[in-house]
């Protein structure tokens, strides 16, 4: 159980389905997906659907982070200049101190579209662009040190690249760090854009779906890429705050496959029951479920016997939002974190979009429309490659454990 509670001070998120908090919460009501079966910005020759965030590369960083100019960076400028995510740092800063703030985000790729496209310079003209920064930009550490820099922040920074649960993982990072006395707060977040690297290699590993994606369906294909990048703000509960709670968390390892989760959703079973547990709840307590459900064959399956070996007859409500957003990989964590955080302000649960017969090996309730619930629990899982498992419990302020 977690010693202290903890509150989402803040948020914000940009994603194919719109920018910002009030943008996602109409498209979540209307069933308003992100996903098109084309993009603007490459050349993929494959045919399927693509969570692309529109006029991305027009976003234009301020002259002190020029250097870090990449599609990556300006997602996620675009993210801290939204939803007044940045003025809510700053007012942080006065209260805390700049070196008190730590910040933690995930990402699969970085700024990996950069050097492709400094590869293909090179490979036109023997050189590399001079206005190529590699460091600033593919870097694995690139995406901490720019949010530091951008926010002008100097506490203890890192990132997780754990694919498909990097930024969920870093909420766990986060409490650990206040729980350390480390620091009294830190922006938590995940940023990942479309890049060839990461839709060839998927299509590579067969995952990629020529439709629509349709997690749970019986006849599912696969995933459709998407782009994300949000944030959020985790400290101590504050005196009469109203925010969402972050009440537990859970990080487990498959150790079974590079690739394939574990049959049995082994790992994925011990993460929800390690996060039930340090938020002193039991599966009854849970409303509603955002599943990590990629639309892939095993993926999902694996996920369904983690559910009902954790959840046996209790289940909650239960979807799938990636028909809104694609998959956004390492931004997916954080993506459905907020998900949960509108599920428990606007008390609702999430159309599972696309599903028409769901698999009868799977055999769930899986919502098919949004619709009103009472939300006081709400979990997420975020499953990645290599078997790293993370589950997310977020919960109402004041809601009695």
């Known amino acids: 159980m977690l010693s202290n509670t903890y509150q989402i001070t803040a948020s914000?998120?940009?994603?194919?389905m719109g920018v910002g908090l009030d943008e996602h919460i109409h498209a979540l009501k209307s069933h308003q997906t992100g996903l098109k079966n084309i993009t603007t910005n490459f050349d993929t020759r494959l045919s399927?659907?693509?969570?692309?965030i529109r006029n991305l590369d027009s976003v234009a960083l301020s002259t002190s982070l020029a250097d870090y100019t990449c599609r990556n960076h300006q997602l996620a400028w675009m993210a801290l200049n939204t939803d007044g995510f940045a003025e809510e740092v700053e007012c942080l800063k006065k209260k805390y101190g700049a070196h008190r703030i730590g910040v933690a985000v995930g990402t699969s790729t970085s700024g990996i579209l950069e050097t492709e496209i400094a590869l293909a310079a090179k490979d036109k003209t023997g050189a590399f662009p001079e206005n190529y920064h590699y460091q600033t930009t593919h870097e694995m550490d690139a995406l901490a040190n720019f949010c530091c820099d951008a926010l002008a922040l100097t506490g203890p920074r890192m990132v997780i690249s754990t694919a498909c649960s990097s930024s969920a993982k870093v909420f766990a990072s986060a409490v650990r760090w206040i729980e350390y006395n480390l620091v009294d707060a830190v922006v938590v977040g995940g940023v990942d854009t479309l890049c060839l690297t990461?839709?060839?290699?998927?299509?590579?590993?067969g995952l990629i779906s020529s439709e629509i994606t349709r997690p749970f369906s019986a006849n599912r294909q696969g995933i459709?890429?998407?782009?994300?990048?949000?944030?959020a703000i985790v400290e101590r509960t504050q005196a009469d705050s109203d925010k969402v709670r972050l009440s537990g968390y859970g990080e487990t390892s498959d150790?079974?496959?590079i690739s394939t989760p574990h049959p049995?959703?082994?790992?994925?079973?011990m993460a929800m029951q390690q996060a039930l547990q340090k938020a002193n709840l039991t599966p009854k307590n849970i409303d509603y479920l955002n599943l990590h459900g990629t639309g892939t064959p095993s993926n999902d399956l694996s996920e369904s016997k983690a559910l009902k070996s954790v959840f046996t007859d209790k289940l909650p409500k239960l979807s799938s939002t990636k028909g809104f957003t694609g998959h956004t990989l390492g931004a997916a964590g954080i993506t459905e974190a907020v998900f949960c955080q509108l599920a428990l302000e606007y008390q609702l649960v999430f159309a599972n979009l696309n599903l028409d017969t769901v698999d009868e090996e799977i055999n769930l309730p899986i919502e098919q429309t949004t619709h009103s619930h009472e939300v006081k629990h709400c979990m997420s899982n975020s499953f990645g490659f290599g078997g790293n498992n993370?589950?997310?419990i977020f919960s109402l302020p004041g809601e009695p454990k």
């Open 12 to 16: 914000t998120l940009v994603s194919g």
């Open 48 to 52: 399927s659907f693509f969570g692309e």
């Open 264 to 269: 049995e959703g082994k790992g994925a079973q």
């Open 224 to 231: 459709n890429i998407g782009e994300a990048g949000g944030f």
């Open 198 to 205: 990461t839709i060839h290699g998927f299509n590579a590993l």
């Open 255 to 257: 150790a079974y496959h």
């Open 390 to 392: 993370a589950c997310l």
